[in-house]
C-alpha cells in the first residue's frame, strides 16, 4: 500500500507520479541525514523541556531516531521518491519503528527551518574539515619552499621574465593567498553560527520552545533573530561558496603554473609520475592532468556559484521550493574543494625543481637590467633617466649578442660616466638578491623570516580547527 504523505489531508488525489518525483530531493538532500536526526534528537530534547511530550515519550523518539541513523548510514533502510526529501524519510522511518510518537517529533517546527538548520549543521562541519586540509596543503606548500630555499628562479611579469627571485619567495606568495583563503572561511563560519530551529514555516512557533537550549545542544553561539530571515537565508551558503571560487582560483594559477613549468620549454620542475597520466596514442607523452583538471573544475565551482545567486536574486520572503536547487551546487561545491585538496597536497610533496635550469634562466634576459639603473640612482641620477640609459645599454646588448655582464667597461661608460667597476658586482643576480631586503622582498634573509613565521602561524591555526 503506497504511503500517505504527511501533507495529503487537503488533497483529495495521490501525486501523479511524475510530478512525485520532479519534487522528490531525496535522491541528493539524503547526505544530509546524520545532521538531521541530529536536530531531531535536540528539538526532541527542546519538547521535553517544554512538557510537550513527556520523558519517557522523548527517550522513545531519541533512541528511535538514532536506529534509523544506524540504518541509513549501514544502507538497510533506503528511501525513495515517495518520501519526498530526508526529513520526511526520517520522520516515515521512525514511524515505522515506534509508532504514532513519531508524530509528535514536529510539533513546533517546519521542514522550512529543519532545512535550513540541517544545511547550517553540515556546512559547518565540512568548512571545518576544509580548513584542516587547507592546513595540510598548505604545510606542504612551506615543506616544499623550505626544501628549495637556495633556488633561484625567474620572477615573471606578462610571462616575460622579469627580475631573479627566490624559489621560495614564489610559492610563499601562493601561501599568503590560501591563508586569505582561511581567514574567509573562518569568517564564513563566523557568521553563519546561527540556529534556526523555532522559525517554524516563517512566522515563528506558538510553542513556548527554548531556543537557546537547542542552539546550546546544536552547538551554536546564538539563535537567529528573525522567522522569516530564518527559513529564507542563504547568504550563508553563497558566502561559502564565494570563498570557494576565490580558493580555486588560487588552485588555478598555481595549477597553470605547474603546467608551464614542467613542460620541456621550461623544464623548472618535475611532476612525480603517480600524479601523472599517459597518452593512448603517443607513447612518450606524460600529461599532468591533476593540474589540468584542477584549472578546469575552476570555472564548474564559479557555476555553482553563479547558480546559488541566480536561483536567489528574485525571490520573495519567505521561503520557495526554487531553494531546494540550493543543495546540488553547495554539495559538488564541497565535493570539488574536498577532492582538490586531498590531492594537491601529496602532489606538492612529490614536486622536485631542477634549480640548475631555473638559475640558467635568471642569467637570460636582462633581469638585472633594473639592478644597473638602481645603481644610476644610488649615484645621484634620477631613476627616470637612469632607466633610459639602462635600456639604451640593453639595446646595445641585444644588437651585440650579450648580456649585460658581457659588456666591457669602456662600453659600460659610453652611456654613463657613473658606470664604475663596481658595476659588475652590482649587477649579479645575488647582489640583485640581496638587495631586496625591503618587507616583503625576496632577499634570503626575509624569505627565511617569512618562512619561519609561516610555520609558527600555520602550528597555532591548526590547533584553532576543531572537528
Known amino acids: 500500500m503506497k504511503k500517505q504523505k504527511s501533507w495529503s489531508g487537503r488533497f483529495a488525489k495521490a501525486a501523479n507520479k511524475l510530478s512525485e518525483e520532479f519534487n522528490a530531493s531525496i535522491g541528493f538532500d ?29 527517550k522513545k523518539i531519541i533512541t528511535g531516531l538514532k536506529k534509523v541513523e544506524s540504518q541509513l548510514a549501514r544502507g538497510i533502510f533506503t528511501p525513495g521518491a515517495e518520501c519526498e526529501d530526508i526529513h520526511m524519510a526520517v520522520e516515515s522511518r521512525l514511524a515505522e519503528l515506534i509508532g504514532a510518537l513519531a508524530g509528535k517529533l514536529h510539533t513546533g517546527r517546519s521542514r522550512n527551518d529543519q532545512v535550513a538548520l540541517d544545511i547550517r549543521l553540515y556546512l559547518r562541519d565540512e568548512i571545518k574539515s576544509i580548513l584542516s586540509a587547507l592546513n595540510k596543503f598548505k604545510g606542504a606548500l612551506l615543506t616544499l619552499a623550505e626544501a628549495n630555499i637556495d633556488v633561484i628562479m625567474p620572477g615573471y611579469t606578462h610571462l616575460q621574465r622579469a627580475q631573479p627571485v627566490l624559489l621560495a619567495h614564489h610559492l610563499l606568495a601562493y601561501y599568503e593567498m590560501f591563508c586569505r583563503d582561511t581567514s574567509r572561511l573562518t569568517d564564513c563560519l563566523a557568521r553563519f553560527d546561527e540556529m534556526p530551529l523555532g522559525a517554524g514555516a516563517l512566522a515563528g512557533s506558538p510553542y513556548k520552545l527554548d ?32 570563498a570557494a571560487s576565490v580558493m580555486v582560483l588560487h588552485f588555478s594559477r598555481l595549477s597553470e603554473e605547474l603546467v608551464l613549468w614542467s613542460s620541456q620549454e621550461f623544464a623548472f620542475v618535475e611532476i612525480a609520475e603517480e600524479f601523472s597520466t599517459g597518452s593512448s596514442i603517443m607513447p612518450q607523452k606524460k600529461n599532468h592532468d591533476i593540474a589540468e583538471l584542477t584549472r578546469g573544475k575552476t570555472g564548474r565551482v564559479y557555476g555553482n556559484l553563479m547558480s546559488l545567486l541566480t536561483l536567489m536574486k528574485g525571490l520573495p520572503l519567505a521561503y520557495n521550493k526554487d531553494m531546494q536547487e540550493d543543495k546540488e551546487p553547495l554539495f559538488d561545491t564541497v565535493d570539488t574543494l574536498r577532492a582538490i585538496l586531498d590531492v594537491y597536497a601529496p602532489m606538492m610533496e612529490s614536486l622536485r625543481f631542477n634549480g640548475a635550469t631555473t638559475l640558467t634562466a635568471t642569467k ?104
Open 30 to 58: 539524503v547526505r544530509l541525514f546524520a545532521h538531521d536526526i541530529r536536530g531531531s534528537i535536540a528539538h526532541a530534547t527542546v519538547l521535553c523541556d517544554a512538557g510537550i511530550i513527556t520523558k519517557q515519550e522523548s
Open 211 to 242: 531556543r537557546k537550549l537547542a542552539a546550546r545542544l546544536l552547538g551554536f553561539s546564538r539563535v537567529t533573530a528573525n522567522s522569516m530571515d530564518s527559513v529564507s537565508d542563504r547568504d550563508f551558503a553563497i558566502e561559502f561558496l564565494s
Open 364 to 467: 637570460k634576459g636582462f633581469l638585472n637590467a633594473t639592478d644597473a639603473a638602481d645603481y644610476l640612482v644610488n649615484k645621484g641620477l634620477p631613476f627616470r633617466e637612469a632607466h633610459r640609459v639602462v635600456g639604451r645599454v640593453v639595446r646595445l646588448c641585444i644588437d651585440k649578442g650579450v648580456d649585460l655582464e658581457g659588456l666591457t667597461m669602456k662600453e659600460w661608460r659610453v652611456f654613463s660616466p657613473l658606470f664604475g667597476v663596481d658595476i659588475k658586482e652590482a649587477i649579479s643576480i645575488e647582489k640583485s638578491l640581496k638587495s631586496r631586503r625591503i618587507a616583503g622582498g625576496t632577499a634570503p634573509g626575509n624569505v627565511l623570516k617569512a618562512l619561519k613565521k609561516a610555520k609558527k602561524e600555520l602550528a597555532l591555526e591548526a590547533k584553532k580547527v576543531v572537528l
